[in-house]
Protein backbone atom coordinates (compact mmCIF):
# COMPACT_ATOMS: atom_id res chain seq x y z
CA UNK A 1 0.00 0.00 0.00
CA UNK A 2 1.35 3.27 -0.85
CA UNK A 3 0.08 6.40 0.91
CA UNK A 4 -0.53 10.37 -1.22
CA UNK A 5 3.18 10.46 -1.59
CA UNK A 6 3.64 7.01 -3.22
CA UNK A 7 6.07 6.24 -0.88
CA UNK A 8 5.78 3.14 2.00
CA UNK A 9 5.55 5.44 4.83
CA UNK A 10 2.92 4.10 7.06
CA UNK A 11 1.09 6.00 10.38
CA UNK A 12 2.65 5.60 13.39
CA UNK A 13 1.19 7.76 16.24
CA UNK A 14 -2.65 7.75 16.83
CA UNK A 15 -3.25 10.03 19.31
CA UNK A 16 -6.42 9.64 21.50
CA UNK A 17 -7.95 12.10 23.77
CA UNK A 18 -9.40 9.91 26.78
CA UNK A 19 -10.53 13.46 28.01
CA UNK A 20 -10.30 17.07 27.31
CA UNK A 21 -10.08 17.86 30.79
CA UNK A 22 -6.46 18.88 32.97
CA UNK A 23 -5.97 19.10 36.42
CA UNK A 24 -3.55 21.95 36.12
CA UNK A 25 -4.12 24.73 33.96
CA UNK A 26 -0.50 25.77 32.64
CA UNK A 27 0.13 29.01 31.42
CA UNK A 28 0.70 28.50 27.91
CA UNK A 29 -1.53 25.58 26.93
CA UNK A 30 -3.04 25.49 24.07
CA UNK A 31 -5.97 22.84 24.11
CA UNK A 32 -9.46 24.58 24.97
CA UNK A 33 -12.11 22.77 26.73
CA UNK A 34 -9.22 21.74 29.69
CA UNK A 35 -12.51 21.56 32.04
CA UNK A 36 -14.62 19.29 30.10
CA UNK A 37 -14.68 16.64 32.28
CA UNK A 38 -16.16 14.26 29.91
CA UNK A 39 -13.97 11.55 28.72
CA UNK A 40 -14.23 9.05 25.42
CA UNK A 41 -16.51 5.84 26.36
CA UNK A 42 -15.68 2.30 25.84
CA UNK A 43 -17.60 1.68 22.89
CA UNK A 44 -15.66 4.70 21.53
CA UNK A 45 -12.31 3.61 22.41
CA UNK A 46 -13.33 0.02 20.87
CA UNK A 47 -14.39 0.89 17.94
CA UNK A 48 -11.42 3.38 17.30
CA UNK A 49 -9.28 0.64 18.27
CA UNK A 50 -10.81 -1.55 15.86
CA UNK A 51 -10.88 0.81 12.81
CA UNK A 52 -6.94 1.37 13.50
CA UNK A 53 -6.61 -2.07 13.17
CA UNK A 54 -8.17 -2.95 9.85
CA UNK A 55 -6.90 0.57 8.42
CA UNK A 56 -4.46 -0.22 6.20
CA UNK A 57 -2.56 2.40 6.16
CA UNK A 58 -1.71 2.28 9.71
CA UNK A 59 0.73 -0.46 10.09
CA UNK A 60 2.88 -2.66 12.64
CA UNK A 61 4.37 -1.30 15.13
CA UNK A 62 2.40 2.09 16.60
CA UNK A 63 1.72 3.66 19.17
CA UNK A 64 -1.19 5.23 20.87
CA UNK A 65 -0.60 8.19 22.41
CA UNK A 66 -3.25 8.92 25.39
CA UNK A 67 -2.80 12.73 25.39
CA UNK A 68 -4.64 16.12 25.26
CA UNK A 69 -5.70 16.68 28.47
CA UNK A 70 -4.49 14.67 31.39
CA UNK A 71 -4.99 10.88 30.88
CA UNK A 72 -4.37 9.75 34.37
CA UNK A 73 -7.44 11.83 35.29
CA UNK A 74 -9.80 9.23 34.46
CA UNK A 75 -9.18 5.88 36.38
CA UNK A 76 -6.54 3.04 36.12
CA UNK A 77 -9.63 0.47 36.16
CA UNK A 78 -10.80 2.95 32.35
CA UNK A 79 -7.46 2.03 30.75
CA UNK A 80 -7.53 -1.68 32.06
CA UNK A 81 -10.80 -2.40 30.55
CA UNK A 82 -9.33 0.03 27.23
CA UNK A 83 -6.29 -1.89 27.10
CA UNK A 84 -8.16 -5.25 27.46
CA UNK A 85 -10.17 -4.38 24.36
CA UNK A 86 -7.39 -3.19 22.28
CA UNK A 87 -5.33 -6.08 23.12
CA UNK A 88 -8.73 -8.14 22.31
CA UNK A 89 -9.14 -6.70 18.92
CA UNK A 90 -5.77 -6.52 18.10
CA UNK A 91 -5.50 -10.78 18.15
CA UNK A 92 -8.01 -10.42 15.11
CA UNK A 93 -5.84 -8.37 13.11
CA UNK A 94 -2.20 -9.89 13.92
CA UNK A 95 -0.78 -5.88 14.74
CA UNK A 96 1.07 -5.32 17.24
CA UNK A 97 1.30 -1.69 19.15
CA UNK A 98 1.95 -0.15 22.22
CA UNK A 99 0.59 2.62 24.80
CA UNK A 100 2.02 5.35 25.99
CA UNK A 101 1.12 8.15 28.03
CA UNK A 102 2.00 12.00 28.07
CA UNK A 103 1.29 13.04 32.07
CA UNK A 104 2.32 15.40 34.38
CA UNK A 105 2.80 12.81 36.66
CA UNK A 106 0.78 14.63 39.45
CA UNK A 107 -1.71 11.93 39.84
CA UNK A 108 0.93 9.09 39.91
CA UNK A 109 -0.55 6.50 42.80
CA UNK A 110 0.67 2.77 43.53
CA UNK A 111 -2.13 1.93 40.98
CA UNK A 112 -1.25 3.65 38.19
CA UNK A 113 2.25 2.01 38.71
CA UNK A 114 0.49 -1.18 38.43
CA UNK A 115 -1.33 -0.53 35.60
CA UNK A 116 2.09 0.79 33.84
CA UNK A 117 3.62 -2.34 34.52
CA UNK A 118 0.82 -4.43 33.82
CA UNK A 119 0.81 -2.83 30.25
CA UNK A 120 3.83 -2.41 30.14
CA UNK A 121 2.55 1.54 29.67
CA UNK A 122 5.62 3.92 28.45
CA UNK A 123 5.69 7.39 30.23
CA UNK A 124 7.05 10.86 28.92
CA UNK A 125 6.06 13.49 31.67
CA UNK A 126 5.91 17.40 30.81
CA UNK A 127 8.38 18.82 33.17
CA UNK A 128 10.01 22.25 32.48
CA UNK A 129 12.69 21.76 34.87
CA UNK A 130 13.75 23.10 38.74
CA UNK A 131 11.12 24.26 41.08
CA UNK A 132 11.38 27.67 40.31
CA UNK A 133 11.36 27.47 36.66
CA UNK A 134 8.49 24.66 36.11
CA UNK A 135 6.08 26.51 38.74
CA UNK A 136 5.94 29.51 36.81
CA UNK A 137 4.15 28.31 34.15
CA UNK A 138 2.95 24.53 35.50
CA UNK A 139 0.52 25.62 37.93
CA UNK A 140 -3.38 24.24 39.10
CA UNK A 141 -5.86 26.01 38.18
CA UNK A 142 -6.03 28.40 41.57
CA UNK A 143 -1.88 29.17 40.56
CA UNK A 144 -0.25 26.88 42.79
CA UNK A 145 2.87 25.07 41.40
CA UNK A 146 2.49 21.67 40.44
CA UNK A 147 6.10 20.40 40.91
CA UNK A 148 6.58 19.19 44.15
CA UNK A 149 3.61 16.73 43.35
CA UNK A 150 4.78 16.02 39.61
CA UNK A 151 8.12 15.10 41.26
CA UNK A 152 6.58 12.36 44.20
CA UNK A 153 4.54 10.99 41.18
CA UNK A 154 8.74 10.71 39.04
CA UNK A 155 9.38 8.99 42.37
CA UNK A 156 7.52 6.52 42.30
CA UNK A 157 7.65 5.83 38.77
CA UNK A 158 11.34 5.57 39.00
CA UNK A 159 11.15 3.58 41.89
CA UNK A 160 9.27 0.86 40.39
CA UNK A 161 12.10 0.82 37.66
CA UNK A 162 9.80 2.44 34.92
CA UNK A 163 12.14 4.43 32.50
CA UNK A 164 10.68 8.06 31.57
CA UNK A 165 11.69 10.84 28.85
CA UNK A 166 10.70 14.43 29.59
CA UNK A 167 8.88 17.42 27.24
CA UNK A 168 10.62 20.76 28.90
CA UNK A 169 8.67 23.65 27.55
CA UNK A 170 10.98 26.72 27.68
CA UNK A 171 9.63 30.10 27.86
CA UNK A 172 11.87 33.38 27.75
CA UNK A 173 12.57 33.00 31.30
CA UNK A 174 13.93 29.45 30.82
CA UNK A 175 16.78 30.85 28.51
CA UNK A 176 19.04 32.00 31.65
CA UNK A 177 19.28 28.81 33.22
CA UNK A 178 20.82 26.24 31.49
CA UNK A 179 23.23 24.73 34.07
CA UNK A 180 20.02 24.38 36.65
CA UNK A 181 17.89 22.59 33.62
CA UNK A 182 20.69 20.17 32.73
CA UNK A 183 21.74 19.86 35.91
CA UNK A 184 18.17 19.22 37.20
CA UNK A 185 17.67 16.49 34.35
CA UNK A 186 20.89 15.02 34.81
CA UNK A 187 20.41 14.92 39.02
CA UNK A 188 17.58 13.51 38.66
CA UNK A 189 17.94 10.56 36.17
CA UNK A 190 15.88 11.84 33.49
CA UNK A 191 17.93 11.15 30.51
CA UNK A 192 16.05 12.00 27.38
CA UNK A 193 14.72 14.97 27.72
CA UNK A 194 12.58 17.26 24.57
CA UNK A 195 11.82 20.95 24.26
CA UNK A 196 9.37 22.71 23.51
CA UNK A 197 8.36 26.57 23.06
CA UNK A 198 5.69 28.53 24.23
CA UNK A 199 4.45 28.63 20.76
CA UNK A 200 1.24 30.10 19.48
CA UNK A 201 -1.38 27.88 18.76
CA UNK A 202 -4.94 27.32 20.32
CA UNK A 203 -6.14 28.93 22.72
CA UNK A 204 -2.52 30.43 23.23
CA UNK A 205 -2.25 33.80 21.51
CA UNK A 206 0.95 34.78 22.45
CA UNK A 207 4.80 33.34 22.89
CA UNK A 208 7.14 34.77 25.86
CA UNK A 209 9.50 34.98 22.53
CA UNK A 210 8.81 38.57 21.70
CA UNK A 211 11.86 40.41 20.76
CA UNK A 212 15.25 39.59 19.07
CA UNK A 213 17.06 39.30 22.87
CA UNK A 214 15.12 36.10 23.58
CA UNK A 215 16.09 34.71 19.99
CA UNK A 216 19.57 35.42 21.37
CA UNK A 217 19.15 34.18 24.70
CA UNK A 218 17.99 31.10 23.41
CA UNK A 219 20.62 30.34 20.98
CA UNK A 220 22.83 30.66 24.16
CA UNK A 221 20.92 28.39 25.93
CA UNK A 222 21.04 25.30 23.36
CA UNK A 223 25.10 26.00 22.99
CA UNK A 224 25.42 25.85 26.69
CA UNK A 225 23.10 22.70 26.91
CA UNK A 226 25.18 20.79 23.89
CA UNK A 227 27.99 22.20 25.69
CA UNK A 228 27.08 20.27 29.13
CA UNK A 229 25.60 16.95 27.25
CA UNK A 230 28.83 16.44 25.26
CA UNK A 231 30.91 17.53 28.22
CA UNK A 232 29.20 14.44 29.86
CA UNK A 233 29.42 11.65 26.88
CA UNK A 234 25.77 12.96 25.99
CA UNK A 235 24.15 10.82 29.39
CA UNK A 236 21.50 13.23 29.09
CA UNK A 237 20.31 12.57 25.53
CA UNK A 238 18.29 16.04 23.75
CA UNK A 239 15.72 15.67 21.23
CA UNK A 240 16.30 18.50 19.40
CA UNK A 241 20.43 17.47 19.43
CA UNK A 242 18.75 14.19 18.13
CA UNK A 243 17.07 15.95 15.24
CA UNK A 244 19.92 18.67 13.80
CA UNK A 245 22.93 15.94 14.29
CA UNK A 246 20.93 13.00 13.04
CA UNK A 247 19.62 14.98 10.33
CA UNK A 248 23.01 16.55 9.57
CA UNK A 249 24.91 13.51 9.36
CA UNK A 250 22.79 11.25 7.88
CA UNK A 251 23.29 10.02 4.38
CA UNK A 252 20.13 11.24 3.31
CA UNK A 253 20.50 14.62 4.38
CA UNK A 254 17.83 17.24 2.59
CA UNK A 255 15.29 14.38 2.84
CA UNK A 256 13.84 15.73 6.43
CA UNK A 257 10.26 14.95 6.85
CA UNK A 258 7.54 16.66 9.46
CA UNK A 259 5.24 14.05 10.56
CA UNK A 260 2.66 16.29 11.52
CA UNK A 261 2.44 17.96 7.29
CA UNK A 262 2.01 14.83 6.21
CA UNK A 263 -1.40 13.20 5.81
CA UNK A 264 -2.03 10.35 8.03
CA UNK A 265 1.36 10.04 9.26
CA UNK A 266 0.14 11.05 12.97
CA UNK A 267 -3.76 10.02 13.38
CA UNK A 268 -5.53 12.20 16.54
CA UNK A 269 -9.03 10.90 18.01
CA UNK A 270 -11.18 13.25 20.50
CA UNK A 271 -13.20 11.87 23.31
CA UNK A 272 -16.33 12.13 20.42
CA UNK A 273 -14.52 9.44 18.24
CA UNK A 274 -13.95 13.01 15.51
CA UNK A 275 -10.85 12.36 13.90
CA UNK A 276 -8.41 14.12 11.87
CA UNK A 277 -4.33 13.75 10.82
CA UNK A 278 -1.33 16.78 10.42
CA UNK A 279 -0.67 18.64 13.80
CA UNK A 280 -2.97 16.78 16.19
CA UNK A 281 -3.76 20.46 17.92
CA UNK A 282 -5.86 21.58 14.96
CA UNK A 283 -8.00 18.71 16.97
CA UNK A 284 -11.04 20.44 18.43
CA UNK A 285 -9.76 23.81 17.41
CA UNK A 286 -12.34 26.17 15.66
CA UNK A 287 -11.14 29.23 13.30
CA UNK A 288 -13.36 31.66 10.92
CA UNK A 289 -12.21 29.81 7.67
CA UNK A 290 -12.20 26.36 8.32
CA UNK A 291 -14.81 25.97 11.41
CA UNK A 292 -13.23 22.95 13.02
CA UNK A 293 -10.93 20.23 11.57
CA UNK A 294 -12.65 17.25 12.12
CA UNK A 295 -11.89 14.83 9.54
CA UNK A 296 -14.83 12.01 9.83
CA UNK A 297 -15.90 9.99 13.36
CA UNK A 298 -15.34 6.84 13.99
CA UNK A 299 -19.21 5.58 13.46
CA UNK A 300 -19.26 7.08 10.30
CA UNK A 301 -16.92 3.73 8.88
CA UNK A 302 -13.88 2.99 7.81
CA UNK A 303 -10.80 5.10 8.28
CA UNK A 304 -10.14 5.73 4.54
CA UNK A 305 -13.30 7.37 4.09
CA UNK A 306 -10.72 10.11 5.66
CA UNK A 307 -9.80 10.44 1.56
CA UNK A 308 -13.37 11.63 0.34
CA UNK A 309 -13.73 14.22 3.31
CA UNK A 310 -13.49 17.58 1.33
CA UNK A 311 -12.08 19.14 4.84
CA UNK A 312 -9.26 16.88 4.31
CA UNK A 313 -9.36 17.71 0.79
CA UNK A 314 -8.87 21.17 1.63
CA UNK A 315 -6.56 21.34 4.33
CA UNK A 316 -3.95 19.34 2.44
CA UNK A 317 -3.97 21.02 -0.74
CA UNK A 318 -3.14 24.50 1.36
CA UNK A 319 -0.91 22.63 3.54
CA UNK A 320 0.85 21.22 0.33
CA UNK A 321 0.91 24.57 -0.89
CA UNK A 322 3.11 25.57 2.03
CA UNK A 323 5.26 22.83 1.82
CA UNK A 324 5.89 24.14 -1.70
CA UNK A 325 6.66 27.76 -0.78
CA UNK A 326 8.95 26.75 2.26
CA UNK A 327 11.02 24.41 0.10
CA UNK A 328 11.55 26.40 -2.53
CA UNK A 329 11.89 29.88 -0.53
CA UNK A 330 14.49 28.58 2.69
CA UNK A 331 17.99 27.22 2.97
CA UNK A 332 16.62 25.13 6.27
CA UNK A 333 14.37 23.16 4.41
CA UNK A 334 16.72 20.28 4.88
CA UNK A 335 16.33 20.38 8.48
CA UNK A 336 12.70 21.09 8.70
CA UNK A 337 10.70 19.76 5.63
CA UNK A 338 8.51 22.21 6.08
CA UNK A 339 7.45 22.46 9.57
CA UNK A 340 4.30 22.05 11.60
CA UNK A 341 0.81 22.82 9.87
CA UNK A 342 -0.54 24.56 13.22
CA UNK A 343 2.02 27.42 13.58
CA UNK A 344 1.05 28.65 9.91
CA UNK A 345 -2.23 28.34 10.69
CA UNK A 346 -2.49 30.63 13.94
CA UNK A 347 0.45 33.03 13.04
CA UNK A 348 -0.70 33.56 9.63
CA UNK A 349 -4.33 32.51 9.35
CA UNK A 350 -3.24 29.82 6.57
CA UNK A 351 -1.66 26.95 5.83
CA UNK A 352 -0.07 27.88 2.17
CA UNK A 353 2.41 30.26 4.43
CA UNK A 354 6.08 29.80 5.04
CA UNK A 355 8.42 31.23 8.00
CA UNK A 356 6.72 30.91 11.79
CA UNK A 357 7.80 32.12 15.45
CA UNK A 358 8.47 28.39 16.10
CA UNK A 359 10.48 27.61 12.62
CA UNK A 360 12.41 30.76 13.35
CA UNK A 361 13.84 29.97 16.94
CA UNK A 362 13.17 25.73 17.20
CA UNK A 363 14.61 25.27 13.69
CA UNK A 364 16.59 27.88 12.09
CA UNK A 365 18.63 29.13 15.02
CA UNK A 366 18.51 25.68 16.92
CA UNK A 367 20.20 24.41 13.59
CA UNK A 368 22.73 27.70 13.17
CA UNK A 369 23.75 27.03 17.00
CA UNK A 370 24.26 23.22 16.77
CA UNK A 371 26.51 23.93 13.36
CA UNK A 372 28.10 26.62 15.11
CA UNK A 373 29.37 24.74 18.14
CA UNK A 374 30.43 21.77 15.83
CA UNK A 375 32.10 24.38 13.69
CA UNK A 376 34.01 25.36 17.26
CA UNK A 377 34.25 22.28 18.96
CA UNK A 378 34.91 19.68 16.17
CA UNK A 379 37.57 18.80 13.97
CA UNK A 380 36.48 20.91 11.18
CA UNK A 381 39.46 23.56 11.67
CA UNK A 382 42.01 21.03 10.79
CA UNK A 383 40.02 20.04 7.69
CA UNK A 384 38.66 23.95 6.63
CA UNK A 385 42.41 25.20 6.88
CA UNK B 1 31.86 32.97 15.59
CA UNK B 2 31.91 33.83 19.72
CA UNK B 3 32.01 30.76 21.66
CA UNK B 4 28.31 31.20 22.31
CA UNK B 5 27.73 30.99 18.50
CA UNK B 6 26.06 34.40 18.66
CA UNK B 7 27.48 35.97 15.69
CA UNK B 8 25.56 34.18 12.46
CA UNK B 9 27.65 33.21 9.90
CA UNK B 10 27.24 34.82 6.67
CA UNK B 11 28.01 31.38 4.90
CA UNK B 12 24.68 29.42 3.47
CA UNK B 13 23.36 26.41 5.83
CA UNK B 14 24.27 24.31 2.89
CA UNK B 15 27.80 25.38 2.56
CA UNK B 16 28.39 24.80 6.41
CA UNK B 17 26.25 21.46 5.99
CA UNK B 18 28.59 20.26 3.42
CA UNK B 19 31.63 20.92 5.00
CA UNK B 20 31.02 19.14 8.37
CA UNK B 21 29.67 16.23 6.39
CA UNK B 22 32.61 16.50 4.63
CA UNK B 23 34.72 16.43 8.00
CA UNK B 24 32.72 13.42 9.16
CA UNK B 25 34.08 11.42 6.11
CA UNK B 26 37.33 12.72 6.87
CA UNK B 27 37.24 11.71 10.80
CA UNK B 28 35.79 8.04 9.63
CA UNK B 29 38.48 7.74 7.18
CA UNK B 30 41.50 8.30 9.43
CA UNK B 31 39.54 5.49 11.82
CA UNK B 32 39.31 8.74 14.30
CA UNK B 33 36.14 9.09 16.43
CA UNK B 34 34.51 12.47 17.79
CA UNK B 35 32.22 12.35 20.48
CA UNK B 36 29.42 13.77 18.78
CA UNK B 37 29.66 12.62 15.39
CA UNK B 38 30.06 9.16 17.24
CA UNK B 39 26.91 9.56 18.85
CA UNK B 40 24.69 10.87 16.46
CA UNK B 41 26.11 9.87 12.97
CA UNK B 42 23.81 6.76 12.82
CA UNK B 43 21.27 7.61 14.75
CA UNK B 44 18.55 7.00 12.20
CA UNK B 45 19.44 3.16 12.25
CA UNK B 46 19.96 3.54 16.59
CA UNK B 47 16.16 2.08 17.58
CA UNK B 48 16.54 2.95 21.61
CA UNK B 49 15.72 6.62 20.28
CA UNK B 50 12.93 5.46 18.05
CA UNK B 51 10.39 5.49 21.21
CA UNK B 52 11.13 9.04 22.11
CA UNK B 53 11.23 9.89 18.24
CA UNK B 54 7.45 8.54 18.33
CA UNK B 55 7.03 12.06 20.55
CA UNK B 56 9.01 13.63 18.59
CA UNK B 57 6.52 16.14 17.12
CA UNK B 58 6.61 19.43 18.30
CA UNK B 59 2.93 18.70 19.78
CA UNK B 60 4.31 17.12 22.59
CA UNK B 61 2.92 19.44 25.82
Known amino acids: ?93 NKSFDHCFQTNATLINPEWIKLIQSHKVKISISLDGPEFVHDLNRVTHSKSGTHKSAMKGIRMLQDAG ?3 SAICVLTDFSLDYPDEIYNFFSRNNINYVGFNIDEIEGVNLKSSYSSSDSFKRYSQFIYRF ?12 VREFDIVLGTLLADSFGDFEDTTNQPLEVISFDYNGNYATFSPELLGIKTDRFDDFSMGNVRDGELDSIFRNSRFATVKAEIE ?33 TETLFCRVHKKILADTVLSYIENTSGLQSIST | VDKHGQVPSFESIQLRVDRIREMKAKLQAEGKEDVLIAKYGDIETDTSTQFFNKFGGNFMK
Open chain 1, 1 to 93: MTNLHGSQRHSQLILLQPTPFCNINCNYCYLPDRQNSQCMSHETAELIFRRCFECTYIRSPFTFLWHSGEPLSLSPDYYEKAFNSASNIAKEF
Open chain 1, 321 to 353: RGLKACKESCEYWGFCGGGPPVNKLFEHNRFDS
Open chain 1, 162 to 164: ISL
Open chain 1, 226 to 237: LELAHAQDNTLR
